[in-house]
């Protein structure tokens, strides 16, 4: 059983800064790419940011300059440092990760409850 578990949600104030955390645990090989998506309010989930085991990163043009991804492999976890957050940044933003089962060969996605960041003008 695999469980992917978000924290650093909240209310900021434009221009502000919060921090995502998303610990993976259970019975896990190895965890390829790990990301997180977001979805506002009547619209569909979109991409913020992923980031593979080699420490390779990708971001939505609207996060560029503004967010970092990052993770600790040791600790099955990744990171989102968002900084000058603006009010279009308000959304439920979710975790994924990729995890490789070795018996099975192959890789399953996973994803976190998700975490409401609201971002006041």
């Known amino acids: 059983q695999v469980q992917l578990v978000e924290s650093g949600g909240g209310l900021v104030q434009a221009g502000g800064s919060l921090r995502l955390s998303c610990a993976v645990s259970g019975n896990i090989f190895r965890i390829n790419d790990m990301g997180w998506y977001r979805q506002a309010p009547g619209k569909q989930r979109e991409l913020v940011a992923t980031i593979t085991s080699g420490g390779v990163t990708n971001y939505a043009d609207s996060v560029k300059g503004r967010f970092t991804i990052s993770r600790d492999n040791a600790k099955n976890t990744v990171y989102l440092q968002m900084n000058s957050l603006k009010p279009e940044d308000t959304a439920v933003y979710y975790c994924?990760?990729?995890?490789?089962?070795?018996?099975?060969?192959?890789?399953?996605?996973?994803w976190g409850q998700g975490t409401q960041v609201t971002v006041s003008s």
């Open positions: 994924n990760a990729e995890v490789y089962f070795y018996y099975a060969q192959r890789a399953y996605d996973y």
